[in-house]
């Protein structure tokens, strides 16, 4: 094969790869959060591969004209995960607890929207809970404020954590 269309073929197979890798993001006129592998004028590009973005909510361009700018309301100081901790690690069948900092404090008309690895935890919509038993593995937790009234929000950085499970041949499980 020649080498110009070897270069070709990869070039065209490399953006092809590219390509793949790549969702659009944007909020309609009612505050609905779409997500497609099409462009939509004013969508923003998320990175599904290895670049480290994931698809929890980012925070608000304000020159982004679909998406809205936060409300007052949801213009918080400090919104953060504090517990568990970045890169922390549980053990067997340790309790971990979840936690969010808001200031000022969360008001009448918002709630918290947890999500564990990506999904959902149904149920969890305080600054503080216990999550259920974790298998080992890597875990991301996130949380997000959504006014229910505007439908802003305003997410908080993911966390990455650990769970670790003790093995059935270690030595403290040994019957003396």
């Known amino acids: ?10 070039g065209a197979l490399a953006a092809f790869a590219a ?10 006129g009612d505050g609905v959060v779409h997500y497609s592998d099409q462009p939509v004028p004013g969508a923003e590009k998320i990175f599904t591969s290895s670049s ?20 007052a309301s949801l213009n ?8 568990p901790a970045e890169g922390q690690t549980f053990f067997g069948d ?13 008001g009448p ?3 918290v929207n ?17 999550l259920p038993h974790l298998d080992r593995g890597a875990y991301a937790i996130a949380a ?8 802003e929000w305003q997410s908080a950085p993911s966390i990455t954590f650990y769970v670790r499970q003790p093995s059935a041949l270690s030595p403290q499980h040994k019957n003396p």
């Open 1 to 10: 094969m020649h080498p110009r269309i070897l270069c070709l073929v990869l």
């Open 144 to 151: 997000t404020v959504t006014d229910q009234i505007t439908g």
């Open 19 to 28: 390509t793949a890798a790549v969702v659009y993001r944007w909020v309609d």
């Open 114 to 130: 947890w999500q564990l690895n990506g999904k959902q935890l149904a149920e969890q919509h305080t600054v503080s809970f216990v």
């Open 52 to 71: 480290g973005k994931s698809l929890t909510p980012p925070p608000l361009a304000a020159g982004n004209p679909v998406a809205k700018k936060p409300a």
């Open 76 to 83: 918080f100081e400090q919104i953060a995960i504090i517990s």
């Open 94 to 106: 340790e309790a971990i607890e979840a936690d969010l900092a808001l200031a000022p404090d969360l």
């Open 109 to 111: 008309n918002q709630t």
